[in-house]
T-cell receptor
Framework: GENVEQHPSTLSVQEGDSAVIKCTYS??????FPWYKQELGKRPQLIID?????GEKKDQRIAVTLNKTAKHFSLHITETQPEDSAVYFC?????????????FGKGTHLIIQP | DAGITQSPRHKVTETGTPVTLRCHQT?????MYWYRQDPGHGLRLIHY???????DKGEVSDGYSVSRSKTEDFLLTLESATSSQTSVYFC?????????????FGDGTRLSIL
């Protein structure tokens, strides 16, 4: 089955700096890659996603890049703010019909230092 | 998100007892999922459903069963709960017919097996 590795497990950055979280996946058939943000005690919330026919997608301060050849994708957060502090999860799925349960990375705890 | 309600939100029970968690959605979404979240493991897929009475196993399905008798409800049952099933359980749904569509999560059920 699919395996998703996520690094780093903890990332501390100064407010205003950029943060980058990286994920690799194992199954070349995977074609959908969402990112979720989870605050303590809350549900995961989708922040951005990318499909395999696109190499990059941006939404304000958040961007995701995908390298299908190398089987890795990354989340980029620019001009970080205190409210960006949370745990971030990457995920991958093969998609197609109902067999598209997500395989998640183990998460990155992002800490924004004031 | 997506009108998803999980019940109960918290439950404490004893080893060997049966437990049923309920996920109710108001969006008429065809696809529904159960995940568990444990420290150090991220989220892992237990079971999913791609229609009424259509379900399949995920990565960590042992010890769990599911049922979906109507579109809006997806039940997760632990026939004989064990301490290793102490976890936070999240339900997710997605709309659309093809894959590669976002999944949205409920608020979770915190289950403790003593």
């Amino acid at each position: 089955g699919e395996n998703v590795e996520q690094h780093p497990s903890t990332l501390s950055v100064q407010e205003g700096d950029s943060a980058v979280i990286k994920c690799t996946y194992s199954d070349s058939a995977s074609n959908y890659f969402p990112w979720y943000k989870q605050e303590l005690g809350k549900r995961p919330q989708l922040i951005i996603d990318i499909r395999s026919n696109v190499g990059e997608k941006k939404d304000q301060r958040i961007a995701v890049t995908l390298n299908k050849t190398a089987k890795h994708f990354s989340l980029h957060i620019t001009e970080t703010q205190p409210e960006d502090s949370a745990v971030y999860f990457c995920a991958a799925s093969i998609g197609g019909g109902g067999a598209d349960g997500l395989t998640f990375g183990k998460g990155t705890h992002l800490i924004i230092q004031p | 998100d997506a009108g998803i309600t999980q019940s109960p939100r918290h439950k404490v029970t004893e080893t060997g007892t049966p437990v049923t968690l309920r996920c109710h959605q108001t969006e008429n979404h065809r696809y529904m999922y159960w995940y568990r979240q444990d420290p150090g493991h991220g989220l892992r897929l237990i079971h999913y459903s791609y229609g009424v009475k259509d379900t399949d196993k995920g990565e960590v399905s042992d010890g769990y069963s599911v049922s979906r008798s109507k579109t809006e409800d997806f039940l997760l049952t632990l026939e004989s709960a064990t301490s290793s099933q102490t976890s936070v359980y999240f339900c997710a749904t997605r709309g659309g017919v093809v894959g590669n569509q976002p999944q949205h999560f409920g608020d979770g059920t915190r289950l403790s097996i003593l």
